[in-house]
């Protein structure tokens, strides 16, 4: 595979550190259950407490439920003692844990979004190169772990050095994300599209057959054909491809070499060579 713009893979620091926050969060529902079974507790034993103080010195006489006026305040003042500190330390505890949950919370949200800007080209809004890095692997151990079929698909955009030189910097990235919008909707939802760098892009498509993949592939060129009709630009925009599949148990990094060679040879019309 082609080096050029290539960067380092993702570290996992965040992906570990997302990971964390989400078991914080699990234990701070099991804090919030902890919490409410003292509540239960607590009125429980208050309860038990006052029928043990009410209950011996409750005096039956015809059929009347008499408590000796000695025991009200006591009995008055303890309870409202018991509740009151209660109260403060179930408020306490439930600040604290909503605290704890608002901060969790928001560092996750700004995790994922760093996370999710350092993995998208902000240009064409695709995968970027360190999420290749990132995203390939798994796709590579699951298609091992499932026996499952793995395409991967280049693409170079015809001649584009010339047109961004001729027009600018701004035609051209517009061009990209022209591209990048045609490549979007003419792959699967379940396809990965990627902006290698430059005008090189690469689409791993998961469960596919090198016969399956000409479908898309045909839905590319025909919305390139029309979006070159519509344009009314003065170039013409093309591509070449080169596509080969994963086999079970191999190195990806000779179909990638393979899909790479093989863009080489069409782009320079070469006679392949095995």
Do not use: C
């Amino acid at each position: 595979m082609q080096t050029k713009d290539q960067q380092p893979a993702l570290p996992p620091t965040m992906l570990a550190r997302a990971e964390q926050i989400q078991r914080e969060i699990q234990q701070l529902s099991g804090r919030d259950l902890q919490l409410w079974s003292i509540a239960i507790l607590v009125v429980v034993v208050l309860t038990a407490g006052m029928l043990a103080l009410v209950l011996p010195n409750v005096i039956w006489a015809q059929r009347v439920i008499r408590v000796e006026h000695a025991y009200l305040p006591q009995l008055f003042f303890g309870l409202i003692s018991l509740i009151l500190l209660f109260n403060i330390y179930l408020v306490g505890q439930k600040v604290a844990l909503n605290n704890t949950r608002r901060s969790l919370i928001s560092e996750l949200i700004l995790n994922e979004r760093l996370e999710s800007l350092s993995l998208i080209d902000p240009l064409t809004q695709l995968f970027n190169r360190r999420a290749m890095n990132e995203m390939i692997p798994r796709e590579v151990a699951r298609a091992n772990r499932l026996s499952s079929r793995l395409t991967f698909l280049t693409i170079d955009l015809d001649n584009f050095r010339a047109i961004n030189s001729k027009y600018g910097n701004i035609e051209g990235n517009f061009l990209l994300r022209e591209f990048a919008r045609l490549l979007t909707t003419s792959f699967r939802g379940g396809d990965i599209v990627f902006r290698q760098g430059g005008d090189e892009f690469l689409v791993v498509m998961p469960d596919t057959s090198e016969p399956e993949s000409d479908a898309p592939i045909r839905r590319l060129h025909s919305a390139l054909e029309q979006w070159n009709i519509n344009s009314g630009k003065s170039y013409q925009l093309g591509f070449n491809s080169g596509i080969a599949s994963y086999v079970t148990g191999s190195q990806v990094e000779d179909v990638l070499r393979a899909v790479d060679r093989q863009l080489y040879q069409k782009k320079h019309n070469l006679v392949p060579v095995f």
